[in-house]
């Protein structure tokens, strides 16, 4: 099974508009965290955001936040103010810190957002 | 400037050869990863390093090897076992394992075997 599910593979949205992508994930593990990642056209990976699964507020980074639902397991990332620059590809991973298992980030398969003018 | 190298950017061997990425970083970081990625897909882990000397497999480690000889280097292997190694492989890098510490990537290398 899928840990992170993203279910938007694409989206366009009008500049200045606000953005949601959605993630959702699924874990049995009481002690994880999840990470926003954007990768532009050249292929870099850019950290935007982290909330971490004991963490009360939602996290916060300028333009971006993250609408955490723990009992649905849903982080969503909201972009406010959406800029050209802002098209990429978006991808929602996850650490499972207590499961014993690898450490590395389980990613999702990405949502490619387009900002249009 | 402190960041992560990876090199080089592009990459072409022919089939049955071993190739071998560089990914050195100047952050003084203690823990190091390997992540592919094939086309409209997300990464996947390969290797990681939570130490000098010391490296566990991922989840996708069948073709590959690595060493943790110096802190700051993190080279991968990809050997003539991995039965489709056309992919862009990204290296990482965070401050210590697990945990909240996100991880810092290198501009990845495209490996392409003709």
């Known amino acids: 099974a899928q840990k992170i599910t993203q279910t938007q593979p694409g989206m366009f949205v009008q500049e200045k508009e606000a953005v949601t992508l959605d993630c959702t994930y699924d874990?049995?593990?009481?002690?994880?965290?999840l990470f926003w990642y954007k990768q532009p056209s050249s292929g870099e990976m850019i950290f935007l955001i982290y909330?971490?699964?004991?963490?009360?507020q939602n996290a916060t980074e300028g333009r971006y936040s993250l609408n955490f639902q723990k009992a649905r397991k849903s982080a969503n990332l909201v972009i406010s103010a959406s800029q050209l620059g802002d098209s990429a590809m978006y991808f929602c991973?996850?650490?499972?810190?207590?499961?014993?298992?690898?450490?590395?980030?389980?990613f999702g398969k990405g949502t490619h957002l387009i900002i249009q003018p | 400037d402190g960041g992560i190298t990876q090199s080089p950017k592009y990459l072409f061997r022919k089939e049955g050869q071993n190739v071998t990425l560089s990914c050195e970083q100047n952050l003084n970081h203690d823990a190091m990863y390997w992540y592919r990625q094939d086309p409209g897909q997300g990464l996947r882990l390969i290797y990681y390093?939570?130490?000098?000397?010391?490296?566990q497999k991922g989840d996708i480690a069948e073709g590959y090897s690595v060493s943790r000889e110096k802190k700051e280097s993190f080279p991968l292997t990809v050997t003539s076992a991995q039965k489709n190694p056309t992919a862009f492989y990204l290296c990482a890098s965070s401050i210590m394992a697990g945990g909240e510490n996100e991880q810092f990537f290198g501009p990845g290398t495209r490996l392409t075997v003709l």
């Open positions: 909330q971490g699964s004991y963490d009360q």
């Open positions: 390093s939570q130490i000098v000397n010391d490296f």
């Open positions: 991973a996850m650490r499972e810190v207590s499961g014993g298992g690898a450490d590395g980030l389980t």
């Open positions: 874990t049995s593990d009481p002690s994880y965290g």
